[in-house]
T-cell receptor, first 111, second 120 residues
């Protein structure tokens, strides 16, 4: 079956530090991959996606590259801000509409 | 585009009562909507997939008689928690298949802001 594994948090960084949140997946076929962000008390917002190997999704300074050979979709940002503090979810869609989520990684950015 | 709303954003009810949560796609039509439940500091658990005009498909372990889902139109799905008990207290989130709308194109779900249910 499909599964998504994310690094455990919390990830604690100082403002302007470089961010990496690791995500690896197991899936049949060729899934689409997503990163969602959840701010406290809110629903999920789609941050970026990639639909095929070597695609790079990017948005708001975040980016992630679909690596089929390593089955990974790591999230990166060059310089984080306090406002980036949230929980980040990696997810995949294998073509049957339903999403498979990772457990989420909390990011805490201090001034 | 591709905005999903939920109502109410929070609700407190007494044990034994029923609560209805609405999920609306505001600027697009959604043939398929999804209902999730999220416990504190945990990931989302898919409860059911709701298709317009047909019965919902429930995930294993989700009581269909307790969590009634209706998707009567292309912009509205409702989740009714019947005879709610304290263990039903949770954060309920819906999503809708964007059908190609929104900046992220096809094969993408857009989420509502969630509903916090507290059962006393």
């Amino acid at each position: 079956g499909n599964s998504v594994t994310q690094m455990e948090g919390p990830v604690t960084l100082s403002e302007e530090a470089f961010l990496t949140i690791n995500c690896t997946y197991t899936a049949t076929g060729y899934p689409s991959l997503f990163w969602y962000v959840q701010y406290p008390g809110e629903g999920l917002q789609l941050l970026l996606k990639a639909t095929k190997a070597d695609d790079k999704g990017s948005n708001k300074g975040f980016e992630a590259t679909y690596r089929k050979e390593t089955t990974s979709f790591h999230l990166e940002k060059g310089s984080v801000q306090v406002s980036d503090s949230a929980v980040y979810f990696c997810a995949l869609n294998s073509g049957y509409s339903t999403l498979t989520f990772g457990k989420g990684t909390m990011l805490l950015v201090s001034p | 585009g591709a905005v999903v709303s939920q109502h109410p954003s929070w609700v407190i009810c007494k044990s034994g009562t029923s609560v209805k949560i609405e999920c609306r796609s505001l600027d697009f039509q959604a043939t398929t909507m999804f209902w999730y439940r999220q416990f504190p500091k945990q990931s989302l658990m898919l409860m059911a997939t709701s298709n317009e005009g047909s019965k919902a498909t429930y995930e294993q372990g989700v009581e269909k008689d307790k969590f009634l889902i209706n998707h009567a139109s292309l912009t509205l799905s409702t989740l009714t928690v019947t005879s709610a008990h304290p263990e039903d207290s949770s954060f309920y989130i819906c999503s809708a298949d964007g059908g190609g709308r929104g900046e992220f194109g096809t094969d993408t779900q857009y989420f509502g802001p969630g509903t916090r249910l507290t059962v006393l």
